[in-house]
């Protein structure tokens, strides 16, 4: 149906303001990124809290620590699958319906891995729980979004952004305490607490975003308050199965990766650098434990330099927020989407610099807060790398916002799944100045992207049958 036949059918339900998630009042939407944020965190705190857990679940389950490791690997592998099909369901039935059934099973199969009688049982339902965990890596995304205007989407997507990513730092902290003092399954039961009351705040406080959906259902009261079954929303006109919704969903971030040069350099880039914070997961044991002889809780208050740098990161947004309103005047109000890659740049510095700052202090003769403040200058570098690539991905490639993150979430998943499972071969054959060195430098040969894709993703952009216009 055309625009002008919709004007004209009386029964074509349109979106009014009152009806508009924008125009929600600035409380209401900012406690709902707070809430789908820190439900967000509390998810991938889930993923690294298992680091601790390791020696107490090869004791009891009797097998190698190798064997453990899998336990955040198979969760954060559960985190980059789930957004392939919640993805299309959130398209579909709303945000709102995904997050309350994914969390609502996200607590309740969390209670296998709590009381697990087996190796095989903990580590399938770890599988599990990130698989349903993960709405919140791809979803909550378009929530933001929904909710707040291009102009005004930084603050927020910050917010939302580096709360995936303060929560894998939380993890090692609340777990070393946990396991110092207690048994190795109060770290799940104390989440397990954690989690349903992320559940209840969901239910009260975030409402429905995506705008199809909110149509749908005001299509829906008009032809139960008007008797009239005439009156329809365009998601009721739409054609396509879920079935094909979901395929879709599955083939076309690989799609997006396969035929976009942009977006797959950008996503590894993003992966590289989330697959070497899982990494520290391993590596800050080996160098805090093994070098400086720190017990268990002590090192997981090490990862508070990874923390403090993310925090210090966000401290400075108001300032990005004036250099884009310069950037957004300069272009009469429509700057390029490029313009969000100039935090990336200075992430792309700090990263390196952090690491490389690591690897040459970690020796024995060195005070251990160095090495500490070292990753300060990491955790800074993470925020700007992540909340600039994020910004830029869903402007630039906005017609197709969620199937851009599927991909980057995809492959960044992949990659933190992956590196734990070398870190102790590789530290113990390069040690830890070598091991951490050469992780530096992965960093900086990917450091120039943020440069590159600024001068050039304009034109990128328009040979691109994904990207906008």
């Known amino acids: 149906m055309s625009t002008s036949q919709n004007a004209e059918d009386s029964?074509?339900?349109?979106?009014?303001?009152?009806?508009?998630?924008q125009n929600m009042s600035l409380f209401r939407r900012w406690l709902a990124v707070l809430v789908i944020s820190s439900a967000a965190l509390c998810v991938t705190c889930a993923s690294s809290i298992a680091a601790f857990t390791e020696q107490g679940v090869a004791q009891t389950f009797h097998v190698s620590r190798e064997v453990t490791v899998l336990g955040i690997s198979l969760f954060v592998t559960g985190l980059g699958a789930g957004p392939l099909l919640v993805g299309p369901l959130s398209e579909v039935y709303g945000r709102n319906i995904v997050y309350r059934i994914s969390y609502a099973l996200f607590f309740i199969f969390t209670f296998p891995v709590?009381?697990?009688?087996?190796?095989a049982v903990f580590l399938i339902f770890r599988l599990i729980t990130g698989f349903c965990g993960s709405a919140f890596l791809s979803v909550a995304g378009g929530s933001v979004s929904d909710m707040f205007p291009n102009s005004t989407i930084a603050n927020p997507m910050a917010v939302y952004t580096m709360s995936p990513f303060i929560g894998p730092v939380v993890g090692?902290?609340?777990?070393?305490?946990?396991n110092q003092n207690l048994y190795w399954e109060w770290t799940y039961r104390v989440q397990l607490c954690w989690i349903s009351a992320e559940f209840l705040m969901l239910v009260m406080f975030v409402p429905e975003t995506y705008v199809p959906v909110v149509l749908k259902k005001k299509a829906r009261r008009l032809r139960k308050s008007t008797g009239d079954p005439k009156f329809y929303a365009p998601l009721d006109r739409q054609e396509g199965s879920l079935t094909s919704a979901i395929l879709v969903s599955c083939y076309k971030p690989f799609q997006l990766l396969l035929f976009d040069r942009m977006a797959l350099l950008l996503d590894s880039w993003n992966a590289l650098i989330l697959g070497i914070l899982y990494l520290a997961f391993q590596a800050f044991p080996i160098i805090f434990e093994g070098v400086h002889r720190f017990n268990m809780q002590m090192t997981g208050l090490t990862f508070i330099g990874i923390g403090l740098g993310m925090f210090s990161a966000i401290s400075t947004q108001p300032y990005w927020n004036r250099l884009f309103a310069r950037e957004s005047a300069k272009y009469n109000g429509d700057p390029p989407p490029e313009t969000r890659l100039i935090m990336g740049q200075l992430g792309a510095i700090l990263v390196p610099i952090g690491l490389f700052g690591l690897a040459f202090t970690t020796y024995p003769q060195v005070h251990w807060i160095v090495p500490i403040i070292a990753s300060i200058f990491f955790g800074s570098g993470i925020y700007f790398v992540f909340t600039s690539t994020f910004t830029y991905l869903v402007i630039a490639y906005r017609p197709i916002a969620a199937s851009a993150m599927a991909s980057n979430s995809a492959l960044r998943s992949a990659f933190a799944a992956a590196f734990p499972l070398f870190a102790g071969a590789m530290y113990d054959r390069l040690g830890t100045v070598g091991a951490t060195a050469l992780l530096?430098?992965?960093?900086?040969?990917?450091?120039?992207?943020?440069?590159?894709?600024?001068?050039?993703?304009?034109r990128l952009r328009m040979n691109s049958r994904f990207a906008a216009p």
Not at 114 to 119: G, H, L, V
């Open 114 to 119: 709590a009381f697990a009688p087996n190796a």
């Open 11 to 21: 029964h074509f339900v349109v979106l009014q303001p009152e009806d508009n998630p």
């Open 172 to 178: 090692p902290l609340i777990s070393g305490f946990i």
């Open 440 to 458: 530096a430098g992965l960093a900086t040969i990917m450091a120039p992207l943020p440069f590159i894709f600024y001068r050039i993703g304009a």
